[in-house]
T-cell receptor, first 115, second 113 residues
Framework: NAGVTQTPKFQVLKTGQSMTLQCAQD?????MSWYRQDPGMGLRLIHY???????DQGEVPNGYNVSRSTTEDFPLRLLSAAPSQTSVYFC??????????????FGQGTRLTVV | ELKVEQNPLFLSMQEGKNYTIYCNYS?????LYWYRQDPGKSLESLFV?????AVKQEGRLMASLDTKARLSTLHITAAVHDLSATYFC?????????????FGKGTHLIIQP
């Protein structure tokens, strides 16, 4: 039972480079989201999706792009990496009832360093 | 805007002692979650609290929810070293499920022998 799978686990980028963080879930969850975790800040929502073809911005969306072409996959794209994007990124999925979310299941995280 | 505050943010305690972590939130909520995170690891779900007065227990941890006070507590009984971790509460705003979970900043718990 894979749950939520993120790749890569570690990545070093140079300023200005672009890359895609991959996220896949096998639980048929409607809702998928990306968070970033910074020391002392908890987790902050970057982007989310309530289903295939539907995405929206969270609290800290600038510099990131997402798409949701299938229920299973929700990649996060960094358009032009900046040192401020150095962080740990978590993908999560939940069941969405239309009004509320069930508990979120998290991937293993991607530790990204931008130099 | 939903705000979630945890306190304390850092806690060092001795084995065998009891302590409580508090989670306050600013608007009405459908549900509240507690997660545990070990260093360098992902988040592991501990408790799901769905209604006022809900109480859940797992081993030495007990979580409760008071929706009227907008407060959840995570109580640790007779702490052991293995419970050292960072604990997060996360809240879903009533009717605002699409907005995702709003997390507190986490309580970094160290339990010393």
């Amino acid at each position: 039972n894979a749950g939520v799978t993120q790749t890569p686990k570690f990545q070093v980028l140079k300023t200005g480079q672009s890359m895609t963080l991959q996220c896949a879930q096998d639980m048929n969850h409607e809702y998928m989201s990306w968070y970033r975790q910074d020391p002392g800040m908890g987790l902050r929502l970057i982007h989310y999706s309530v289903g295939a073809g539907i995405t929206d911005q969270g609290e800290v969306p600038n510099g990131y792009n997402v798409s949701r072409s299938t229920t299973e996959d929700f990649p996060l794209r960094l358009l032009s990496a900046a040192p401020s994007q150095t962080s740990v990124y978590f993908c999560a999925s939940s069941r969405f009832t239309g009004f509320s979310l069930t508990e979120a299941f998290f991937g293993q995280g991607t530790r990204l360093t931008v130099v | 805007e939903l705000k979630v505050e945890q306190n304390p943010l850092f806690l060092s305690m001795q084995e065998g002692k009891n302590y409580t972590i508090y989670c306050n939130y600013s608007t009405t909520s459908d549900r509240l979650y507690w997660y545990r995170q070990d260093p360098g690891k992902s988040l592991e779900s501990l408790f799901v609290l769905l209604s006022n007065g809900a109480v859940k227990q797992e081993g030495r941890l007990m979580a409760s929810l008071d929706t009227k006070a907008r407060l959840s507590t995570l109580h640790i009984t007779a702490a052991v070293h293995d419970l050292s971790a960072t604990y997060f509460c996360a809240v879903v705003e009533s009717g605002g499920g699409a907005d995702g979970l709003t997390f507190g900043k986490g309580t970094h718990l160290i339990i010393q022998p």
